[in-house]
């Protein structure tokens, strides 16, 4: 994998995006245009699929970097996290240190904490030197854990270093590129969110959904995708508990794909409607009466955004 | 920073201060360092696209979704004209204010708005809520004693007593093993890196092992509470517990809702008691108004639940159940409320009433979904609500049976 040049400006940073078919809106694209350039955490907010975690997947290939994952959860811990040290590799060392009779017992102490029996989670991984440039290092939903994970990011994100006791500071000779995301299941720690460049990836107009629909669904012709995306534009302005994604647009599109849909229609829309709406009370608010109106006026949407 | 201020193309590095000192004054923490990202990231960007430079001073001067709506307003009036915004200062602040207030049909935006608008830092809007502090204080009611008397009957000063009390007073919510791990005498599972390390500096002998064991933390806990007409009395004295227990451990978080809901968490966890409830008392429109409990708890499933009540939270509903208008939606938000939660606690005051017997709509529509129902209205079962908490485990039990039995059984058993 060979590292890419950092894009120059907004436009090369959209460019580069579209060409892995992630469409952008200007104001990302000017966020992640930042971080690469400012060298700072991006921190990615919004509900659950709007692409966050994706963008950090297509930094990583468009810039031919190595993509570094951790996933959060509650509980998440340094051993995990950061690092481990190889206990069973540790234990026979000192079987062997025995059965050569002479022990230094000052010197075996910090023979087994050495470096070569240290096992790399993924922050360490991020932090230590690559054979290409320094990788993507995607913190994904840090709002599933909790605040004492937090605050020790605090140090990892500052200074792109981490602390081993037994060995010392461990700092990136070039630091990773950080992107964090999170669903807003809690309210991350101001201390965080002021060392990143902070974003709210909203839902997309329907222009910017409607295209990355045909890139990622090939196979609806014009006239599915286009009422897909007004049908889900008009979704999400109503009161629903939880507004579909982009995810979810894509999903519903390349069900009604499978069912050889060529455009919308009621049945196929009240049979597929889970692949849109997550929620019992959210699929009931959508009644046949309703779910007739959205298409009708859909499909008057979706010739004008043909068009 | 002089050079990057001298590399900005002419006055602008002044004006991008200019505009951050605004963005200050309306509340948004905008810091030194701030600035001076702001600085590197417009020389990064460029100003050929007015866009690219808003995206660019938006993605380091806010970090809340909240900060947008307001960001926005500034940034479309600073840019247009600083001078014309300089005057308008004073007068955009109110008028946003009223416009969120007003339009109900698209509050989610507005709301956010004026949330924002209220944690304000200017010293106008800080002298303007002391004011409104003496008019809390002094509207308690005019009549009488502590212990066992109501709130309702109290004098100025006794009143002054029982917050003394109650300041002390704390909510031992059981503590609940999570996921992470202590160094222990008799643990659950080995210690490797310490029990290594032992054997390391004995140099291979025999050594005991070194334990862990789960850590234990106090569940977060959500507070609703009422503060409708029908509760003014109790909900003003509960305000001082609720500042009392948060500051008194980390995630605690509460909302008042009357006829809308409000967040007054930030406030609230300012440690000096008066200034907390004068800002509250700013920040919240609907006192000892109306009630509409299902409205402002549909409210809140949809745009607070899933960031509340994560990690096993517990809420406390604090209310009389005496809403205007009880629609169909009260028992259905009622039920999603304690299906995404923990443990669901009502208080009610009107529990002090032996007689008191289910009888309003709102109340039967609520009952069947809460797991404890228990009285609030005098000191003595505040405290007594921290000594339940302390000696039972906060499990739900896992048939649900009519709460209301179990609550009037402990209101006996309490009385």
């Not at chain 1, 994952?69 to 234990?91: F, H, I, K």
């Not at chain 1, 009240?270 to 959508?286: F, W």
Request: charged fraction near 25%; include cysteine.
């Amino acid at each position: 994998m060979s590292a890419a040049a950092l894009p120059t400006d907004v436009d090369a940073v959209v460019a580069l995006l579209e060409q892995h078919d992630y469409i952008a809106d200007r104001r990302l694209a000017t966020s992640v245009f930042l971080a690469l350039k400012m060298g700072r955490p991006l921190f990615l907010e919004g509900e659950a699929g709007v692409g966050k975690t994706e963008i950090a997947k297509v930094l990583a290939v468009a810039l031919g970097r190595e993509l570094v994952r951790l996933q959060c959860y509650e509980g998440l811990d340094t051993a995990s996290a950061v690092y481990e040290w190889n206990y069973p590799r540790q234990m026979i060392e000192i079987r062997l240190a025995e059965a050569q009779g002479s022990v230094d017992r000052d010197a075996l102490a910090t023979d087994i904490f050495a470096e070569r029996f240290l096992i790399r989670r993924p922050i360490l991984q991020a932090l230590s030197a690559h054979a290409g440039a320094a990788p993507v290092l995607l913190i994904d939903e840090l709002d599933r854990t909790d605040e004492p994970f937090e605050a020790y990011l605090l140090e990892v994100l500052a200074e792109y270093q981490v602390t081993i006791p037994e060995l010392g500071a461990i700092k990136a000779s070039s630091p990773p590129i950080v992107v964090i995301t999170s669903n807003r299941t809690r309210e991350i720690h101001d201390a965080i969110k002021r060392r990143c460049l902070y974003h709210w990836v909203d839902y997309p107009n329907a222009g910017r959904e409607l295209a990355i629909g045909r890139r990622k669904v090939p196979g609806a012709g014009a006239k599915l995708s286009g009422e897909v995306v007004a049908f889900t534009q008009r979704l999400r302005a109503m009161d629903l508990f939880k507004a579909p994604g982009i995810a979810e647009t894509l999903d519903w599109a390349e069900a009604l794909v499978a069912l050889d849909r060529i455009a919308l229609d009621p049945e196929a829309v009240a049979s597929t409607l889970g692949a849109l709406l997550k929620y019992q009370d959210d699929i009931g608010a959508v009644t046949p009466e309703i779910a007739a109106q959205l298409i009708a006026e859909a499909r008057v949407e979706a010739t004008e955004l043909g068009s | 920073m002089t050079s990057i201020a001298r590399a900005g193309p002419g006055r602008l590095a002044e004006n991008i201060l200019h505009f951050a000192r605004v963005l200050r004054a309306a509340g948004l923490p905008v810091g030194p360092a701030k600035v001076i990202a702001a600085l590197e990231a417009v020389q990064a960007v460029g100003v050929e696209h007015r866009e690219d430079f808003r995206a660019a001073l938006q993605s380091v001067l806010i970090e809340r979704h909240e900060h947008q709506a307001l960001f926005d307003q500034a940034f479309e009036l600073f840019w247009r004209n600083p001078r014309l915004l300089e005057r308008m200062m004073q007068l955009l602040l109110p008028k946003v204010y009223t416009r969120a207030s007003r339009s109900d049909a698209e509050a989610a935006l507005p709301a956010r708005l004026a949330e924002a608008l209220a944690a304000p830092q200017s010293p106008e809007r800080e002298m303007e809520t002391q004011e409104v502090s003496v008019d809390a204080l002094f509207t308690f009611s005019p009549r009488e004693v502590l212990q066992s008397r109501d709130f309702e009957t109290m004098t100025a000063t006794e009143l002054s007593e029982v917050r003394a009390m109650i300041a002390r007073l704390r909510l031992p919510l059981p503590e609940r093993p999570v996921r992470r791990t202590v160094a222990a005498r008799r643990g659950t599972t080995v210690d490797l890196r310490a029990s290594l390390r032992a054997m390391a500096s004995s140099g291979g002998a025999v050594v005991p092992l070194a334990w862990r064991q789960r850590r234990r933390r106090r569940p977060p806990l959500v507070v609703l509470c009422d503060i409708s007409g029908s509760m003014d009395r109790y909900s003003r004295m509960l305000l001082f517990f609720l500042h009392a227990i948060t500051n008194d451990r980390d995630r605690v978080h509460t909302l008042l809702f009357g006829t809308r809901l409000t967040n007054i968490t930030r406030h609230l966890r300012r440690r000096d008691v008066d200034v907390a409830v004068a800002r509250v008392a700013a920040a919240v429109s609907d006192w000892a108004g109306g009630t509409r409990i299902g409205a402002c708890l549909a409210e809140f499933n949809r745009r607070w639940s899933r960031r509340l009540l994560g990690q096993g939270a517990v809420v406390l509903l604090i209310s009389d159940g005496l809403d205007s208008d009880v629609g169909e939606g009260l028992s259905l938000e009622m039920e999603r409320l304690s299906k995404s939660c923990r443990r669901l606690i009502w208080l009610n005051p009107l529990l002090r009433y032996d007689k008191f017997e289910a009888r309003p709509a709102g109340i039967r529509a609520m009952l069947p979904y809460v797991d404890e129902f228990l009285p609030v209205h005098n000191l003595e079962s505040l405290k007594q609500l921290a000594a339940r908490f302390a000696e039972r485990p906060a499990r739900r039990s896992t048939g649900r049976g009519p709460a209301f039995e179990r609550g009037a059984r402990s209101h006996v058993l309490a009385a």
